[in-house]
């Protein structure tokens, strides 16, 4: 079985997004926009409950309540790599 590197910071951005920062070292970008259009994850479109996001025990994911969470594999595999500062910054704005 393959293994995912684990989330070591995790920040909730405006326009439903999660700045993250994994144990190897790489940040990327997890956008939740095309997400929120399932049943399960409309919750979050209240920005109060999106922004309560919490890093999963061991950062093995994110979660927000005991129904809503997603894991490191599904964050590492959709996020959008950010290689450099100048990338970063256009991104998270």
């Known amino acids: 079985m393959e ?3 684990r ?3 995790l920040q909730a951005l405006p326009n439903y997004r999660l ?3 994994f144990d190897n070292g790489e940040i990327k970008i997890y956008s939740l926009s095309e997400r929120l259009k399932s049943p399960a994850f409309a919750p979050l479109k209240d920005e109060v ?5 919490r890093l ?3 950062g093995y994911g994110v979660i927000w309540n005991d129904e809503i969470d997603l ?3 599904e964050l590492w595999q959709k996020g959008v790599e950010v290689s450099n500062i100048s990338e970063l910054v256009a991104r998270v704005a």
Not at 49 to 53: A, K, Q, S, Y
């Open 3 to 5: 293994s995912y590197p």
């Open 71 to 73: 894991s490191e594999y």
């Open 19 to 21: 700045f993250l920062i």
């Open 56 to 58: 999963a025990n061991g």
């Open 7 to 9: 989330i070591n910071y």
């Open 49 to 53: 409950l999106f922004n309560t996001v």
